[in-house]
């Protein structure tokens, strides 16, 4: 079973920039389907970025143009990277491996690691 661990949350002030990183461990995993997920106070947990093979990369609709999501394959490693930061972004961010299914936000069956805070302030 593979072990996520999410770092680079923090406080900032609207306009401002964050990057979020993943490490993973453990057992093989499909370095080829990662993604990105956040939940907000009383909100369901939602997709935010995908990448997929080749780096084919998907975004939800609030965050494109100000998200990057990357990944180092040789070193285990996720990336999103934020800029432009609104309040409504504020949320728990975690890391995700695709377990099952396709790779898909929506569809697909994950894996999660146990997250970082992100907090936008206005």
């Known amino acids: 079973q593979v072990r996520l661990v999410e770092s680079g949350g923090g406080s900032v002030q609207s306009g401002g920039s964050l990057r979020l990183s993943c490490g993973a461990s453990g057992n093989s995993y499909d370095k080829d389907c990662m993604a990105w997920f956040r939940r907000s106070p009383g909100k369901e947990r939602e997709g935010v970025a995908l990448?997929?093979?080749?780096?084919?990369?998907i975004y939800i609709d609030s965050v494109k143009g100000r998200f990057a999501i990357s990944r180092d394959k040789d070193k285990n490693a996720l990336y999103l990277q934020m800029n432009s930061l609104k309040p409504e972004d504020t949320a728990m961010y975690y890391c995700a491996v695709r377990t099952m299914g396709p790779c898909s936000l929506v569809n697909g069956r994950w894996d999660w690691g146990p997250g970082t805070q992100v907090t936008v302030s206005s």
């Open positions: 990448i997929g093979t080749g780096s084919n990369t």
